[in-house]
C-alpha cells in the first residue's frame, strides 16, 4: 500500500493544469477515482490500528507502561493538545510512508551491495563480531553503535549510492538567482538531484563503486555528515525540509544492519563454490529509490 501510494503522489494529478471548481467535480472524480479508492484502503487500515491502541488503553487503565509505543504515547496526549483523531492518522501515514519504507529500502540496497563486495561484507562481520564478543552482546543495540566506525561508514556508503529519495523533498526559491549561468525565478520549484550529487566525478573518487573506507578519511569520519551543510552529501536532504527523523532512520539502520551482520553469513540463492552470485543493482527512480527486484538471500546462522 505505501508504494501505491508513492506512484499515485508522483503521477499525473489533474489539479496541476485545471482548477477545481464545482462544475469540474465531477470530471476530477472521474480522473481520480483510484486515488479515492487508494485512501478508503488507507483510512480503514489506520482506524483499525488506532482502534487496538484505544482498546488495549482501555484494558490498562489508560496507565502508561514501558511498551508503550508513540501510538500510545501520541493517543495519551492528543485531546490535551487539541488534535483530532484524523491528525493522529496523518501522522501514522507519514510513518509508514516516510519511516518505514524509507528504511527498509536503504537497508536492502546495503545488502544488495555487502553481497556484491564480499571484502567490504567480511571486514564488517569482522568488526561487529569482535565488538560483539568482547562485550559479551546476544545483540548490537543503539548505544553500541559509536564503537562500530565500519559499520557507520558503510551506511554512509549505502545512503551515498542508493538515497532513500533520490531528488528530496521540492524547494521553492525565495529570491532570484543564477546557478551555473540559468535564471532562477523566485517562488520557482526546485528539485535536488541527491542521487546525482552522491556520484559525481568531480568530488568522489570511484564514485560508482561501494568503498565505506572512503567515509573514515578526509574529515568524513569526524564531521555531522547528516547535517546538510556539506552539499557534497545529501542523503536527507538540507534546510528547513531536511528530514525530521533522520537521526531516528539512521539508528534503526545501523542496529538491523549490525545485527544481520552479527549474527548471520549470507548467500545468493544458489550460489557457487567459487563465490559467484551477483546481485542485480537495477533500480527504478522515483519519489522513492527501489530495487526493480526483490532481494532475496540465504541467512547462515552463526
Known amino acids: 500500500m505505501t508504494m501505491t501510494n508513492v506512484d499515485l503522489l508522483v503521477g499525473f494529478n489533474l489539479e496541476y493544469y485545471i482548477p477545481r471548481w464545482p462544475l469540474t467535480d465531477l470530471l476530477f472524480r472521474l480522473v481520480c477515482w483510484?486515488?479515492?479508492?487508494?485512501?478508503?484502503?488507507?483510512?480503514a487500515l489506520?482506524?483499525?490500528?488506532?482502534h487496538e491502541h484505544v482498546e488495549m488503553r482501555k484494558l490498562s487503565g489508560d496507565k502508561e507502561k514501558e511498551s508503550d509505543d508513540f501510538i500510545d504515547i501520541f493517543l495519551s496526549r492528543?485531546?490535551?493538545y487539541g488534535f483530532t483523531m484524523d491528525n493522529v492518522k496523518s501522522l501514522l501515514m507519514n510513518?509508514?510512508?516516510?519511516?518505514?519504507?524509507?528504511?527498509?529500502?536503504?537497508l536492502e540496497s546495503a545488502m544488495a551491495e555487502l553481497m556484491n563486495h564480499r571484502r567490504v561484507m567480511k571486514k564488517l562481520q569482522a568488526e561487529v563480531r569482535a565488538y560483539g564478543a568482547e562485550k559479551k552482546l546476544d545483540m548490537i543495540r543503539e548505544d553500541d553503535l559509536s564503537s562500530l566506525p565500519y559499520l557507520k561508514a558503510s551506511m554512509k556508503e549505502a545512503l551515498r549510492l542508493h538515497p532513500p529519495g533520490?531528488?528530496?523533498?521540492?524547494?521553492?526559491?525565495?529570491?532570484d538567482c543564477q546557478i551555473d549561468g540559468y535564471h532562477i525565478p523566485a517562488n520557482t520549484r526546485v528539485l535536488v538531484n541527491g542521487w546525482a550529487i552522491g556520484r559525481d566525478p568531480a568530488v568522489w573518487e570511484k564514485p560508482e563503486e561501494f568503498m565505506p573506507e572512503r567515509f573514515m578519511r578526509d574529515g568524513?569520519?569526524?564531521?555531522?555528515s547528516y547535517s546538510g551543510q556539506d552539499f557534497r552529501y545529501l542523503p536527507f536532504g538540507s534546510g528547513r525540509r531536511i528530514c525530521p527523523?533522520?537521526?531516528?532512520?539512521?539508528?534503526t539502520m545501523e542496529i538491523m544492519l549490525a545485527n544481520?551482520?552479527?549474527?548471520?553469513?549470507?548467500e545468493v540463492p544458489n550460489e557457487k563454490e567459487d563465490g559467484g552470485g551477483k546481485v542485480s543493482m537495477d533500480e527504478t527512480f522515483g519519489l522513492m529509490l527501489r530495487r526493480n527486484e526483490p532481494l532475496y538471500l540465504v541467512p547462515r546462522a552463526v
Open 34 to 43: 483510484k486515488v479515492t479508492r487508494h485512501l478508503k484502503r488507507w483510512d
Open 46 to 50: 489506520l482506524e483499525e490500528v488506532i
Open 78 to 80: 492528543y485531546e490535551e
Open 95 to 106: 510513518v509508514f510512508e516516510a519511516a518505514i519504507e524509507t528504511s527498509y529500502l536503504v
Open 166 to 175: 533520490p531528488l528530496l523533498l521540492p524547494h521553492y526559491s525565495t529570491a
Open 220 to 224: 568524513w569520519d569526524k564531521s555531522n
Open 245 to 251: 527523523g533522520a537521526n531516528f532512520a539512521l539508528a
Open 260 to 266: 544481520l551482520m552479527y549474527h548471520f553469513d549470507w
